[in-house]
Nanobody, 121 residues
Framework: QVQLVETGGGLVQAGGSLRLSCAASGRTFSRYAMGWFRQAPGKEREFVAGIWQSSSTRYADSVKGRFTISRDNAKNIVYLQMNSLKPEDAAVYYC???????????????WGQGTQVTVSS
């Protein structure tokens, strides 16, 4: 059974930084794409960033240049470094695992429970 556990959320002031981590278990981590999504109250879940194996990445336009996704296949962890945070980045952040890199939430097989990110202005 695949398990994904996100950590690292919290409260930060606008302009600050946070690093989210997602620890995966249950199948060969390195074979799968990992995505970060977020969902704010009253909004649809949206793609934030994704990584395929170790080098192919994609970002939502809203976070390009501020967020960086990376993965450590030896530790089965994917990270999301978030810099220059804005109030509009506040949401519950989820990691998800999928055979291919995709920006559509419904295509992902497994999801973590989410971690809250709050950005004060």
């Amino acid at each position: 059974q695949v398990q994904l556990v996100e950590t690292g959320g919290g409260l930060v002031q606008a302009g600050g930084s946070l690093r989210l981590s997602c620890a995966a278990s249950g199948r060969t981590f390195s074979r799968y794409a990992m995505g970060w999504f977020r969902q704010a109250p009253g909004k649809e879940r949206e793609f934030v960033a994704g990584i395929w194996q170790s080098s192919s990445t994609r970002y939502a336009d809203s976070v390009k240049g501020r967020f960086t996704i990376s993965r450590d296949n030896a530790k089965n962890i994917v990270y999301l470094q978030m810099n220059s945070l804005k109030p509009e980045d506040a949401a519950v952040y989820y990691c998800a695992e999928n055979p291919i890199l995709d920006t559509t939430p419904s295509s992902y097989d497994y999801w973590g429970q989410g971690t809250q990110v709050t950005v004060s202005s």
